[in-house]
Nanobody
Framework: QVQLQESGPGLVKPSQTLSLTCTVSGDSVTTNSYYWNWIRQPPGKGLEWIGYIGYNGRTDSSPSLKSRTSISKDASANQFTLRLTSVTPEETAVYYC????????????????WGQGTQVTVSS
């Protein structure tokens, strides 16, 4: 069974870079079985897909975030990371990592595994 665990700073200042890490157990980030995704949920709002990195290292991200989003993976640590630059207070949210067996840009039923989520507050 795959387990995912988010980690990273819970407070980021506006205009700075939000950086989070997802540690994977039970599978490898290099597997061809999963796309490794980042998803967030602002307070009182719905889930928003941020982006993914696939088994071959290819990435995709939401058009609204593409220019500010970078997703990478570290095979030796079995982790994948999110870097979101120039953040604003509106991007305060619970951030999740999640694994999907195919490309999935927001059908939440299609994600097999989720981390528990980590709160990130963007505030000065």
């Amino acid at each position: 069974q795959v387990q995912l665990q988010e980690s990273g700073p819970g407070l980021v200042k506006p205009s700075q870079t939000l950086s989070l890490t997802c540690t994977v157990s039970g599978d490898s980030v290099t597997t061809n079985s999963y796309y490794w995704n980042w998803i967030r949920q602002p307070p009182g709002k719905g889930l928003e897909w941020i982006g993914y990195i696939g088994y071959n290292g290819r990435t995709d991200s939401s058009p609204s975030l593409k220019s500010r989003t970078s997703i990478s993976k570290d095979a030796s640590a079995n982790q994948f990371t999110l870097r979101l630059t120039s953040v604003t207070p509106e991007e305060t949210a619970v951030y999740y990592c999640a694994a999907a067996p195919r490309r999935n840009v927001g059908d939440w039923r299609g994600y097999d595994y989720w981390g528990q989520g980590t709160q990130v507050t963007v505030s000065s």
